[in-house]
């Protein structure tokens, strides 16, 4: 479900990700709900959740900005979204 809703809003946000990247995004999304088993990074674990108020937003920056061949960092946010 996690994917299906990740792929489903990518549109909105004028994103066409390749499927690797979107596994990848997945599978991050998938670790860090694992990983919060034994430590409190979120109080959103569903699919539907991660995929759309973690992933989906954090990939709202780059509908903002023009970050090709631009490095970035994110600093202090808990489970790693921005």
Known sequence: MMKETLTA???ALGL????????TLVAFGRAMVKQNEVMNLTGITDDRGVANLHLLDSLTVLSCADLNGKSIIDVGCGAGFP
């Open 9 to 11: 809003g990518l549109p």
């Open 16 to 23: 066409d990700l390749d499927e690797n990247r979107i596994d």
